[in-house]
Structure formats: C-alpha cells, structure tokens
C-alpha cells in the first residue's frame, strides 16, 4: 500500500468522523466547530469554501430556516451541516488527492528532463 492510499483513508476517516460527530452532537456550535476541522483539513483550498459557505450560512438563517433553525428544525440543521460539509469534503480531495499528485508528476517529469 502507497502512501498516498494510506494518506487518502486516513483523511476521509477523519473527515466522515467530523461530519458524523457533527451531526451527532448536532449544538448550537456543531457547525461552527466543524467548519473549523474541515477548514483544517482541507487547507487552503477550504478556505475558499468559507467565503461560500458564510454566503450560505447568512442566506440559510436569514431567508429559509430564521432563527429557530436549531431549536427543533433537526432536518434542516443535519441538511445544512451536510452540504456544507460536502463543499469542503471535495475541494479537500481534489486538492489534495487530485491537483496535487499530478503537480508533483508534473514537477517530477519536468526535472528529469533538464
């Protein structure tokens, strides 16, 4: 097994575990806390997802859901953390299991040439 296929598990385990111990606590905080972890993991491409994701977050509480979003709107909190979850799950891999192995390929084949 390469590196990268360890590498590749080990981020989308921990990954799943945020987006699972997120839904499962589910707090006035899950979200922000998860923003936070998948904003780690994703680095830096996730932090474009950010900028997206407080464009969201402001339509999302001040137009659909209102303030009572966590206060008994379960469905609604659990679609919310998802979809963003789901933003920074795919920048993260792309840039990290996509972009980045084929620059390094890149890098590399360019270097042996010269």
Known sequence: MTAL???????????????????????????????WAMLLLGFPGSVLVTYCY????????????????????RGLFSLFVTVVWTGFFLVGYVQWFVLLPFVVRRWRSARERH
């Open 5 to 35: 296929r360890i590498a590749k598990g080990l981020w989308m385990m921990l990954a799943v575990a945020v987006l699972g111990i997120t839904l499962y606590l589910g707090g006035p905080d899950a979200d922000i806390a998860m923003v």
């Open 54 to 73: 407080a464009g969201i977050a402001f339509v999302w509480h001040t137009y659909i859901a209102g303030p009572q979003a966590l206060e008994g709107g």
